[in-house]
């Protein structure tokens, strides 16, 4: 470890008021990057979870940079309840949407900590993993999701601007964080304008694969025009998203009683999960849950 790299774990730990940990190193010498390393500003590596902002940055930035030039990298493992199908959709992704360059970083995550806690570093995390395989692609933007506030370390944009500046450009490695902004109008409607045949495709379900059968089940009973994406439970917060934002502007065959049906669940849903999960149903949520009570004429169940 070298000492940049001690004195950034200090300040994140003194960030949670917590005392820095000891680091031990076989190593006495000290760490020195091979500066020889050289990265092209056309190319870049997108840190890829195969879900609908992923999907959207992939768009953006094949746009931006050509698709030949952009490494799309899977991390397996960030999330064990999750990770098989994150995998699995990413890997059946890659090959359906002919991305040129596509690799898979494995990951054993021995953390005790559980939901938004694990991501109180998950920027500056993802980098640290990602960086090497940007430098082999000779990439040196490397793309992930924007920075959105919240209480944790990675959640400012300032953050990660003072990452890039002090600490990869110190260290002399030829990287650099980067984002697309985050679209008002949400990921879905974006990705239905430009590239439509690429949400159904789209892994953002929260649901363990242990579970998905069952809850999908359910769905193709109550709504049977309006079925869950093939990689979707259909119920959880990320896949409500998907398809309040595929009702309104996706091409569908939903009858309109199957989609009242939708609606009026999930209305009864968020006043059921606002305390669990208030901060992602703001936002495109919110939006397109009061664009689909318009479209389909139908008054507001509650106010949260």
């Known amino acids: 470890v070298s000492p940049v790299t001690e004195a950034l774990i200090g300040a994140m730990y003194l960030y949670e008021l917590m005392p820095a940990p000891k680091i031990l190193s076989p190593n006495s010498t000290t760490w020195c990057f091979d500066h020889a390393r050289k990265t092209i500003r ?14 959207l940055n992939q768009h953006l930035a094949e746009k931006k940079y050509g698709s030949k030039n952009v490494l799309v990298a899977h991390i397996a493992g960030l999330n064990r309840a999750v990770a098989a199908g994150e995998r699995k959709t990413a890997e059946f992704q890659a090959k359906h949407l002919s991305f040129p ?44 999701e924007e920075p959105g506030g919240g209480p944790y370390f990675t959640g400012s944009h300032e953050v990660m601007r003072i990452f890039n500046r002090d600490f990869l450009k110190v260290s002399g490695i030829p990287v650099r964080v980067t984002w ?25 379900c929260f649901t363990p694969l242990c579970y998905k059968a069952n809850i999908r089940r359910s769905w193709l009973k109550r709504t049977p025009t309006f079925p869950p994406f093939e990689h979707a439970c259909g119920s959880c917060v990320k896949c409500r998203i998907t398809r309040l934002g595929w009702l309104l502007y996706g091409k569908h065959e939903a009858s309109e009683a199957d989609a009242i049906t939708f609606i009026r669940s999930t209305e009864i849903w968020r006043d059921k999960k606002w305390d669990q999960h208030k ?13 689909a009570l318009k479209k389909y004429n139908l008054e507001p169940r509650s106010a949260v």
């Open 42 to 55: 056309e190319r870049a590596l997108n840190a890829y979870s195969g879900g609908k902002d992923s999907m």
């Open 101 to 144: 360059n596509f690799q898979i970083v494995e990951l054993e995550k021995s953390s005790g900590e559980s939901g938004a806690k694990v991501l109180r570093s998950g920027k500056i995390f993802i980098a640290g993993l990602l960086i090497p395989l940007a430098l082999e692609f000779g990439a040196r933007d490397m793309i992930t």
């Open 180 to 204: 697309f902004p985050r679209p008002k109008e949400g990921a879905v409607k974006n990705l239905i304008l430009n590239r439509p045949d690429w949400l159904p495709l789209v892994h953002n």
């Open 279 to 291: 901060d992602l149903l703001v936002g495109s949520f919110a939006l397109y849950l009061k664009e």
